[in-house]
């Protein structure tokens, strides 16, 4: 998979993209989905964070050298974590490193027409990038939660305004999380990169999950946009449980598992 042809999906055939922090995981997603994306929510789900903002640049290229390593086909995204794309110089520096150790495709970072700027550092230096707006989970701390984004003309005049300025400065795809589904629908209207969403209704180019929450592996809550394909937890626990009742009852390891 590459750029282009991601890019030559629009409007023809939906894109698909899951998240991954490992190789594991990632060689079971490798070529089945389009793009795989080692989201900075790896410090939630993976870290048990509370949300994304401590995961450092060498935590986010570990994991996106493991992701690396299960793909051959699909295109591997690495999230720019909080702080790592603060203005030009620290922005290029940043995903760099990232392109010369984790070996990613292309770099992810969240962003209205603020950060044209930075995008534009990247791009005119080679290296690929994906846009992220609307509910910007590195915005937690700074909007005082999760909020809901495109509830009103203005707003979602700002953020096709956000997604225009994103397409001009170089990006080859946008991530449109939390957006009422009307605003999705003209933001990607409006553009002729791709849009991904989540938490967006249908009609976006693409659409996204984290995985361990579209296969049920964490399961304390589950937010609206969320369907399970999988109740991952579950099967866990009950497989878990199996082998703590079999060592305990001694039937495990029998002769069949035994030199
Ligand atoms: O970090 C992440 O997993 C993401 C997706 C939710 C788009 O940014």
């Known amino acids: 998979m590459n750029i282009s042809k991601i890019q030559a999906m629009k409007s023809k055939e939906k894109i698909v993209m899951i998240t991954a922090y490992d190789a594991l995981m990632a060689k079971l997603f490798d070529g089945e989905v389009e793009m795989i994306l080692v989201g900075d929510s790896l410090n939630m789900s993976f870290g048990g964070e509370k949300d994304t903002l401590s995961v450092t640049l060498d935590e986010m290229i570990y994991h996106t050298k493991a992701v690396r390593r299960g793909v051959k086909n699909s295109l591997v995204i690495c999230d720019m974590p909080f702080g790592s794309y603060i203005d030009e ?38 290296i690929a990038v994906m846009g992220h707006i609307g509910l910007m989970p590195q915005f937690v701390r700074a909007e005082g939660g999760y909020k809901i984004k495109g509830k009103d003309k203005e707003d979602i005049k700002r953020l096709i305004e956000d997604a225009k300025v994103l397409e001009d400065a170089g990006v080859f795809c946008i991530v449109i999380e939390g957006v009422k589904s009307e605003a999705a629908k003209e933001i990607t209207k409006s553009v002729k990169v791709p849009t991904i969403g989540i938490g967006s209704g249908k ?57």
Do not use: M
Request: hydrophobic share 35%; aromatic share 12%; net charge positive.
């Open 89 to 126: 110089k620290e922005t290029l520096k940043s995903a760099v490193k990232i392109y010369k150790e984790s070996g990613a495709d292309a770099i992810k970072l969240e962003g209205g027409k603020e950060k044209a700027k930075v995008i534009r550092e990247l791009t005119k230096n080679s």
């Open 203 to 259: 009609d976006t180019d693409g659409q996204v999950l984290v995985w361990s929450d579209a296969f049920g592996f964490f399961d304390e809550f589950k937010p609206k946009f969320v369907k399970r394909y999988l109740e991952g937890a579950k099967l866990i626990r009950g497989a878990l449980k199996e082998f703590r009742n079999e060592v305990k009852s001694e039937a495990f390891p029998s002769e069949e598992y035994s030199y």
